[in-house]
């Protein structure tokens, strides 16, 4: 590997052990093109985890191919069906939450309005 690889590698590692997603699936991608099946597999599952739909179809193509097996490739499907269920989740509580300060500060410029009239 030369010296330009091993720093972007050395650089992933750390940003995947930070919580970079990107990261985390460029480790899995260099992994791969060192012929490490099984240290793929862990780092496109662990991107997963936390969203990341290229590791999925990776892990798609693995079990396709014979190099993941169907229980690795349906905790790949839950895993990531249970990240979009949370981000919607935590959308629809952001948005609640707007929803909420937008009415509150309606309601005091409302009453704002009524004091400086009277």
């Not at 099984?38 to 193509?61: E, P, W």
Request: charged content about 30%; overall charge positive.
């Amino acid at each position: 590997m030369n010296r330009d690889k091993e720093k972007a590698t050395h650089y992933w590692k750390l940003a995947a052990m930070g919580g970079s997603v990107e990261a985390r699936y460029n480790l899995g991608c260099e992994e791969a093109n060192l012929g490490n099946l099984n240290r793929r597999l862990k780092h496109f599952m662990i991107a997963v985890k936390d969203g990341c739909n290229k590791s999925l179809k990776n892990i798609k193509i693995l079990y396709s191919d014979g190099h993941a097996t169907k229980d690795e490739y349906a905790k790949a499907l839950r895993s990531y069906q249970a990240f979009l269920e949370e981000r919607s989740r935590v959308i629809k509580e952001t948005k609640r939450q707007q929803l909420m300060i937008e009415t509150n500060t309606m309601n005091l410029l409302c009453r704002r309005r009524r004091i400086q009239i009277n």
